[in-house]
């Protein structure tokens, strides 16, 4: 069983030099944990610090506190040459449309540069590539195209063999269909969903559509302002919101449903600075919200969340563990 | 620019149709090259002085460097079709001799340019941080002084000669190609797919081989084809001031200078070789300009 | 009277590469003040439908048969100043990606006076989008991202338009700001009383904001009907498809999968013959390649384009009425054509 632990995590970015030098914080404190075989998801919009998740997830961005361990292995403390041996068990799938295939490599160029990268031979490699794209879907005749000669569907496609052709345990999946057209994400969505029976690939998913995470994930982390504001089950977190955010999200999806008219008016303001960072837009602030930043209350089975109003209904997480009992299954 | 791309300045037009208005790939910046007059004209040109470099020796009809005295200052004639210069030599033979010393020289001067600017730039831009830093404050040193003026002090260093005249202008011009080839390598490393080919494993030289290096080949092939003309141009003028090849060797910047002190008496004579250098620089701008709409029909490069 | 009736509307962009019918024989009405929902994939020519009223079709696109009136006035082969006014007046535009369609070197005050005229109170035209006046001296770039669509929905409407075209109005933008911004544009519509064009491949926001509903496939219409009949029985096999595909909120691998359609979008440039539906369809028959279906109108102005509406009955897999809505996707139709996310 592969396990994936961030621990604490938080990264910071600095800008500027000499003058008007500043620094975002874009993740903060957060521990998760993906094992191989399952889904967690992650939920929030942009700026909430999930593709920086993304990044230190797959050790291409280094934490600034806190640590990433895969199995116990801290890739940071390997050298270079030994952290590029932990990503062969370690893959990531962009988003369609941020150009994550080189417009000047053909499709089998692409899905076998993985493959040259980690020494196989040629002669196996015609083979493997050709099972890889085969097991996303894609015909053989598509191994000589550029990526301008497909459709955005079969793109995404050959993104995802590229990241499995390793045979890795995880795979970290950043909006797998947010710029796919409706019938071909739930294409994409239904293979996601096999490839995992077939395979038992764990998977990091990441999006901003509600309804993806819940579609496919496990477990669930919505963030707000690099802070994971609420985690657990996904289908209880998503069904049975407890933190305001996370109610927020929910009412703001929109299913089909012609009787119903718009959502309710969200509130939309930047995050607070100070305490906890959704005070500014939450109907049921108290003046303590905007003081403390709130810590981890459990919520009932496996579930927590950073908002005083679970205060009295739950315990006080512990926030350091190495097992967070929100994660842990 | 075809008529097809113009339209997708309208947003939301190009995303459902670009692709079917923009051809990519070799074929489609063939055709739309093919399609662009002026640069059909500069590809005309560059392959007149390419030949006239490459067999001008043979095509000449005069020794270039020995004339018949009695023979000078004469105009056009069915003998002499440029004329003759000073000394009696037949301008057209010295402008066929000439065209070699300048394209070559020229086309040395753009390949250690090109070689020099793109190890800067690649390394600063992949690299980023102090390496970055450092590459980038030695080219603002260098930027810092007018090419020619920087020229013509390490000449004044180095010594007169054309070969040393070469290593001036290499020196001298390097550093603003350096900074737009890191400023593309800086939107290449930004882009997903290079993150996506760190997860497949693969090396930092290993990923500049294989993704920085073609996504930058195209601003590489335009900005040296605009180069080759600017360093003709460079080294007529160092030529005319005396500093690049000696005399009697034929070179077109020389003929310039030699035609000078004649230019009331005998204006044509300082014309044929600067025409030469006006139509040649002209080839190769139109040229850099029509590769550089046609490999790049987005606009988005250079 | 219609306030704008689109009739026959055929867009052809002769490229390189052939032909290409963005617009294939397009007919609808828009009454005053209805909000009429324009739906389909990538390539379904939705965009282009609304350009092509816009007189905007970019070259080399052209109107080449149909004709389209705004309040009784033909605008197939108006001059273009005509158009202009009608834009600038009478017409106003919402454009998918605000971040683009903003120019990034002018404020949005200045923006605003280009659209309105130079004495317009900026501050009260921010305000009618819930926009506070003193964004106006900013640039785009220093707004977020909701911030700039509902800017560029005050822009559109600066000069009290009847019509308001939105163009994926929310694509750009985030969950919850985007809820925001169709607050903005469904508020702005009562009160201003013009209509509105949406166009989205979202069915979700479409069901949501819209009284009828367009649906467009590869340049064509397949169906057009009010959208509360529409999502309880769609009739065309694509507009059902669609709305299995669409993911509800609750729905889990683990109980019920989602419905993708078979097969590949088709691009424009190779539509099938036939119905252009054919190759993807759960239902094709022999005649679907090869006889472009005619379109079957019904009294109260619905219709769709498919033989088998011909057939007496029964249709496939309507869904039943009484269903609850969240349930609706799950599980998923039987018909194990569809539910197959392989290629052909």
């Given at each position: 069983m ?8 938080g ?23 993906v ?6 998801g ?29 199995d ?10 030994a ?6 068990r ?23 540069e ?8 040629a002669?196996?490699r ?13 015909t053989?005749?598509l ?8 459709s ?5 496609r ?8 390793l ?17 071909v ?28 995470v ?9 963030m707000?302002?690099g802070?994971?504001?609420e985690?657990?089950p ?19 999806a ?13 509130a ?11 005070a ?5 602030v ?5 003081v ?9 089975s496996?579930?927590?969340?950073r ?6 209904a739950?315990v ?12 842990a299954? | 620019?075809?008529a097809a ?7 939301g037009?190009?995303?459902e ?9 070799a074929?489609g ?10 640069a ?7 392959a ?6 490459l067999c001008g ?16 200052h004469?105009?056009f ?5 440029l004329?003759?210069?000073f000394?009696g030599?037949d301008?057209l033979?010295?402008?066929l001799?000439?065209?070699r010393?300048s394209?070559f020289?020229a ?18 831009g ?23 003026i ?8 180095l ?10 202008m290499?020196?001298?011009?390097w ?6 080839i890191r ?5 290449v490393?930004?882009?997903?797919f ?9 090396t ?5 081989l ?5 996504n ?22 160092l ?10 060797a034929?070179?077109w ?8 002190p ?9 014309f044929?070789p600067g025409?030469?250098?006006?139509i040649?620089?002209?080839g190769?701008?139109?040229l ?11 606009g988005?490069a250079? | 009277?219609?306030l704008l ?18 617009c ?25 439908t ?14 080449e ?7 009784g ?26 971040g683009?369609?903003?120019d990034p070197v ?12 130079k004495?317009?109170?900026v501050?009260?035209l ?7 006046g ?16 509902r800017?560029?929905i005050?822009?559109a409407i600066?000069?009290?338009?009847r ?6 109005p ?11 911004v169709?607050h ?11 209509a509105?064009?949406v ?42 498809a ?7 909120l609750d729905l ?6 989602l ?9 424009m440039?190779?539509v099938p013959?036939?119905?252009?539906f054919?190759?993807r ?12 279906p005619?379109?079957r109108?019904?009294?109260d ?12 009955a ?8 009484g ?22």
């Amino acid at each position: 069983m592969t396990r994936l632990l961030l621990d604490n995590v938080g990264k910071t970015f600095r800008a500027g030099f000499l003058f008007g030098r500043h620094k975002t914080e874009a993740v903060r404190d957060v521990t998760l944990e993906v094992r191989s075989g399952e889904t967690v998801g992650i939920l929030g919009e942009s700026g909430s610090g999930k593709s920086t998740l993304v990044r230190l997830a797959a050790f291409l961005l280094r934490p600034t506190t806190g640590s990433v361990t895969l199995d116990g292995v801290d890739p940071w403390r390997l050298a270079a040459s030994a952290r590029r041996q932990l990503r062969r068990r370690l893959q990531v799938v962009f988003q369609e449309g941020s150009d994550g295939l080189d417009p000047r490599q053909s499709v089998a160029e692409a899905v076998g540069e993985p493959l040259v990268n980690f020494g196989t031979p040629a002669k196996e490699r015609a083979a493997l590539v050709a099972d890889a794209l085969q097991e996303v879907g894609l015909t053989p005749e598509l191994a000589g195209r550029y990526p301008f000669q497909l459709s955005g569907g079969q793109r995404q496609r050959v993104g995802v063999a590229r990241a499995l052709v390793l045979q890795p345990e995880l795979v970290m999946l950043d909006e797998p269909v947010s710029a796919l057209d409706v019938s071909v994400a739930a294409q994409v969505l239904n293979l996601l969903a096999d490839l995992q029976e077939r395979r038992g690939v764990g998977y990091l998913l990441i999006t901003h559509e509600l309804p993806v995470v819940r579609y496919l994930a496990d477990r669930v982390a919505v963030m707000f302002a690099g802070r994971v504001v609420e985690a657990g089950p996904a289908g209880e977190v998503l069904t049975r919101p407890a933190h305001p955010y996370t109610a927020a999200m929910r009412a703001a999806a929109l299913t089909v449903d012609p009787g119903a008219g718009l959502p309710a008016l969200p509130a939309v303001a930047p995050p607070a600075a100070h305490g906890c960072p959704y005070a500014s837009r939450c109907p049921a602030v108290m003046p303590r919200c905007r003081v403390e930043t709130p810590p981890p209350f459990e919520v009932g089975s496996g579930r927590t969340t950073r908002c005083f109003l679970f205060e009295s209904a739950g315990v006080r997480a512990e926030p350091t563990s190495h097992t967070p009992a929100a994660l842990a299954t | 620019m075809s008529a097809a791309v113009a339209g997708l300045g309208t947003p939301g037009a190009a995303g459902e149709l670009t692709p079917y208005l923009i051809e990519t790939g070799a074929q489609g910046a063939l055709r739309r090259f093919a399609r662009n007059r002026l640069a059909v004209l500069g590809a005309v040109i560059v392959a007149c002085v390419v030949f006239a470099a490459l067999c001008g020796p043979w095509l000449a009809p005069y020794d270039p460097i020995n004339g018949d005295i009695l023979e000078r200052h004469q105009g056009f004639s069915r003998a002499h079709p440029l004329g003759t210069d000073f000394l009696g030599r037949d301008q057209l033979s010295r402008l066929l001799h000439g065209a070699r010393a300048s394209f070559f020289a020229a086309l040395a001067v753009t390949v250690a340019v090109i070689t020099i600017a793109t190890v800067v730039g690649v390394t600063a831009g992949y690299c980023g941080g102090a390496v970055d830093a450092a590459l980038m404050r030695m080219v603002d040193m260098i930027l810092a002084f007018p090419s020619l003026i920087l020229s013509l002090a390490l000449i004044g260093f180095l010594g007169p000669g054309l070969d040393k005249a070469l290593v001036a202008m290499t020196l001298a011009s390097w550093a603003g190609f350096a900074r737009i080839i890191r400023g593309q390598v800086l939107a290449v490393r930004g882009r997903s797919f290079i993150e996506v080919a760190e997860c497949a494993g693969g090396t930092p030289l290993g990923i500049i081989l294989r993704h920085v290096l073609p996504n930058v080949s195209s601003t590489i092939v335009v900005l040296a084809t605009l180069d080759i003309g600017g360093n003709i141009l460079a080294l007529a003028g160092l030529s005319f001031l005396g500093l690049g090849l000696r005399p009697p060797a034929p070179e077109w910047g020389r003929m310039l200078f030699d035609a000078k002190p004649y230019l009331d008496r005998q204006p044509l004579e300082m014309f044929v070789p600067g025409l030469a250098i006006a139509i040649t620089v002209l080839g190769f701008n139109l040229l850099g300009d029509g590769l550089r709409d046609a490999l790049d029909p987005s606009g988005e490069a250079v | 009277m219609a306030l704008l009736e689109v009739r026959h509307l055929t867009t052809v962009f002769r490229t390189p590469f052939g032909a290409v019918r963005a617009c294939d024989d397009v007919s609808f009405d828009v009454a005053p003040g209805e909000v009429l929902g324009i739906v389909g994939e990538s390539g379904s020519g939705k965009t282009l439908t609304a350009l092509s009223v816009l007189g905007l079709v970019p070259p080399p696109g052209r109107i080449e048969a149909g004709s389209i009136r705004f309040a009784g006035e033909e605008l197939v082969g108006t001059p273009e100043a005509r158009l202009r006014r009608l834009r600038g007046r009478d017409i106003g535009m919402v454009f998918q990606d605000a971040g683009r369609a903003l120019d990034p070197v002018h404020t949005i005050a200045s923006q605003l006076r280009e659209a309105a005229g130079k004495r317009a109170d900026v501050a009260a035209l921010l305000g009618r989008v819930g926009l506070d006046g003193r964004l106006a001296s900013r640039y785009p770039h220093e707004l977020s991202g909701g911030q700039r669509q509902r800017a560029m929905i005050a822009i559109a409407i600066a000069r009290t338009p009847r019509l308001v075209i939105a163009d994926e109005p929310t694509t750009a933008v985030d969950s919850i700001s985007q809820v925001q911004v169709l607050h903005e544009l469904a508020r702005i519509q009562r009160e201003l009383g013009c209509a509105l064009i949406v166009i989205s491949h979202n069915l979700g926001l479409i069901s949501r904001l819209a009284d009828r509903v367009l649906v467009m496939y590869l340049g064509r219409v397949m169906e057009q009907n009010a959208v509360r009949p529409f999502v309880a029985g769609p009739r065309h096999p694509y507009a059902r498809a669609l709305l299995a595909a669409t993911p509800a909120l609750d729905l889990d691998r683990r109980t019920g999968r989602l419905a993708g359609i078979r097969g590949l979008p088709a691009r424009m440039i190779e539509v099938p013959p036939g119905c252009p539906f054919h190759p993807r369809c759960p239902d094709a028959e022999a005649r679907c390649s090869v006889e472009v279906p005619a379109w079957r109108a019904h009294a109260d102005g619905s219709g769709a384009a498919c033989h088998l509406l011909d057939a007496p009955a029964p249709l496939p897999s309507p869904v039943t009425p009484g269903q609850a809505q969240g349930e609706r996707f799950a599980p998923a139709p039987p018909a194990a054509e569809i539910a197959d996310g392989t290629l052909p």
